[in-house]
């Protein structure tokens, strides 16, 4: 069974399978794909039908890291990618 850990934000995203779990824009919930990039404000997802930019503010992500779901808080996450992983990890 799958575990859910909240808030490990120190790994590199980039690789891993994301799903959109919850957000304020109705038209972003429940994207699904494979994280192809990261900036500062947003994460660029490959889905069946193309590629989505994503904000990261006001989404919570669901990261399937290595089999392990990881629930992100997407404004948690807004550092530029190499410095989240400095500062966190």
């Known amino acids: 069974m799958k575990s859910v850990k909240a808030n490990r934000y120190q790994n590199e995203l980039i690789g891993n399978h994301v ?46 890291d290595q089999g392990e779901l990881n629930r992100l808080v997407g404004e948690r996450l807004r550092y530029r990618p190499e410095d989240r992983i400095k500062r966190l990890g």
């Open 19 to 64: 799903s959109v779990v919850e957000s304020s824009h109705p038209q972003i919930l429940d994207i699904d794909g494979d994280i192809v990039d990261e900036t500062l404000n947003t994460i660029q997802v490959s889905c069946d039908d193309g590629l989505k930019v994503i904000p990261k503010k006001g989404n919570v992500f669901e990261i399937n």
